[in-house]
Each structure stands twice: as C-alpha cells, then as structure tokens.
C-alpha cells in the first residue's frame, strides 16, 4: 500500500500512527506544513522503515513561515520529498497570496536543479500552480487532492504530472469526476490524514485501500496488477539524478 499524503505529525499520537503505518506496510510520505516540523520530526521517523519524512511549506502559514525559509533551505538536502507546498487562493488563502507566491517561488528555485518528490496543494489556485511549475521546468509533481476544473486537470496530465486521491474524493459526484477521469498510469493513493475523515473519524494510513477498492470496482484491473500500477507510478514520480 502506498499513501503518498499524510500528516503524521498532526495526530494527536503520531507515534501509534507510525506504527501502524509500519505494522500494516504502507509506504506513507509523512508531509508536513512547517520546516521546523520537519526538523523536529525527522528523528523519530527515521525509525520507521515504511515511512519517508517530506519537507513542507504550507501555503495557508505563508505569512508564518517567511523566517523558517532558510531553515527549509538547510533541511532541503536531509530528504528526497517536497510537501506539503503550492498556493491556496481559496477564501481561506486569497488574503495572503502574494506571500503564498513568494514563498512557493522560492521552493521552486531551490529544487529546479534538484528534483524532488514534490507534493502540491492547489486549491482555487490551479492554473497558477501550473504556471510556475512550467516556469521553473519542474520535472516531478504530485497534485493532492485535487480539487479543479477538468482544463486544469488534463493540462497537468499533459505535462507528465500526477494526482494523489483519497476516501474524502470519492464522496461526491464531482470527487469522482476527477477520479474517473486521471489514468491509471498517473493516479496514487493518499489518506490525507488527519485531515480527511471517514465516518466520524479521521483516516489513516490504511484507509487508503478505500480508494484501491473505488479503483478495482471502476477500472478493469485486478487487485495484483493495481498494486503493480501503483508502485510503478510513484517510482516514476520520485527524482531521478
């Protein structure tokens, strides 16, 4: 199993869900929102084999972060996975988007000539994300939880990019829409957790075979040849040097 978004950090017992993480095999990219989360928690995922600690730059602290950006420079070379990072112009975000620009300029610039796995939030703000990606010639991306219009999503299929989907996508009509309508070559599975909830409580790691099983009921594969799929395109999303 793979769940290539999940804040390990942000359960209120990270290290019960690193452990099930491990216990169950799931390949789990543990994101974070800050640096300095990262910093403080890459210790203590290290331990675990299955897990692969991600740098992040949240766009929603832009405002927050500007202080912790060298420490995301410093950190950059301590791992092979970016996220979360991107731009939010959703209510929530609009108010500080030329922060969240400036911000995610700057990861850009740092990992153009490096590669990374990189996880991309992009809510309300797809088109732009897009851009600045095809500005800074950025090989590698993995949109989680995408949210946008069918353009903006064959356009970053076009460009070789990748979706991440989780159980909260598969809710509604439109979730689905998008779901339906990624390849099988350029989709993963991510919970999302904490984040995301199923049923009255928030998902884990292993909720990813929720998704696995929307795929096995929508697409003619068997569960061998999805699991295969799977590795296949996360092996192709990760940096190549």
């Known amino acids: 199993m793979i769940d290539a978004h999940c804040h390990i950090d942000a359960y209120p017992d990270p290290y019960k869900i ?42 929603l602290l832009a405002e927050h972060t500007q202080s912790e950006r060298q420490q995301f420079a410093r950190a ?9 990072v991107g731009l939010d112009f959703s209510r929530e975000g609009i ?24 996880s991309i939030h992009s809510r309300r703000a797809e088109s732009a994300t897009l851009d600045y990606l095809e500005e800074y010639e950025i090989p590698n ?24 989907v989780n159980p909260a996508m ?3 009509p439109k979730g689905q829409r998008i779901v339906d309508r990624i390849p ?23 909720d990813v075979t929720l998704v696995e099983a929307y795929l096995l009921e929508t697409r003619n594969i068997d569960h061998s040849e999805l699991k295969g799929q799977l590795k296949r395109n996360l092996l192709a999303s990760l940096p190549m040097y």
């Open 18 to 59: 690193a452990e099930l993480a491990q216990r169950s095999k799931v390949l789990t990219i543990a994101v974070t929102n800050r640096p300095a989360h990262f910093i403080d928690s890459r210790p203590h995922v290290q331990q675990f084999g299955f897990l692969r600690p991600a740098l992040g730059l949240h766009p």
């Open 141 to 164: 991306a993995v949109f989680h939880w995408f949210t946008g219009s069918i353009a903006a999503l064959d356009r970053l299929l076009n460009l070789g990019y990748y979706c991440s």
């Open 76 to 84: 950059l070379d301590d791992t092979s996975y970016v996220g979360e």
């Open 95 to 118: 108010a500080t988007r030329t922060e969240q620009e400036e911000s995610f300029r700057f990861v850009l610039e740092l990992i153009k000539d490096q590669p990374k796995f990189l």
């Open 170 to 172: 598969l809710q509604k």
């Open 184 to 206: 099988l070559d350029r989709l993963l599975t991510e919970s999302d957790g904490p984040y995301v909830l199923v049923g009255q409580r928030q998902a884990i790691p292993t």
